[in-house]
């Protein structure tokens, strides 16, 4: 085993592995809006019962587009943790391609092509959430807006 060729691969390991590190900021930040999103579910849904009607139909509408969100979020964070499945997947070719002598380029851009699109398509689910978040704030503001004109 050349030393020369070894620290090549560690550093082509590096890029990766700050699209791991990066990857996994963006899943701190799905996981948490996750969770606010179901704690809020869960009080609007113990609040539900007894709501008289008017409320009780703002708050359904409230409770179906927070289970939307929490949707987008999952989908969102299944995709992140494919991209960084794939990155992994990458850093292990890259290492065996020194190590046993092959040629794996083609497994490597296949795999760094779908980490890619996972992390494009993990991003479009997260603006979609975001959406949703705006669309159910419209829905209070317009609430409040009616109760205090009633």
């Not at 990857?23 to 948490?32: I, W």
């Not at 299944?78 to 380029?105: E, K, P, Q, R």
């Amino acid at each position: 085993m050349d030393i020369d060729n070894l620290i090549k691969v560690l550093q082509a390991s590096i890029a990766p592995v700050v699209l791991i590190s990066g990857v996994g900021l963006l899943l701190l930040s799905l996981t948490n809006r996750l969770g606010r999103s179901i704690d809020r579910v869960r009080i609007l849904c113990s609040a539900y019962g007894s709501a008289p009607q008017g409320v009780a139909v703002l708050l359904k509408q409230q409770i179906d587009i927070l289970y939307q969100r929490c949707q987008m979020l999952r989908i969102s964070i299944a995709l992140s943790t494919a991209s960084i499945g794939c990155v992994s997947v990458i850093i292990l070719a890259l290492f065996s391609m020194y190590i046993f002598d092959v040629n794996l380029v083609g497994f490597v851009q296949l795999f760094f092509a779908a980490g890619l699109i996972s992390l494009i398509l993990s991003l479009v689910f997260f603006l979609m959430d975001i959406r949703f978040a705006l669309s159910s704030l419209k829905i209070e503001i317009d609430n409040t807006y009616r109760s205090k004109k009633g």
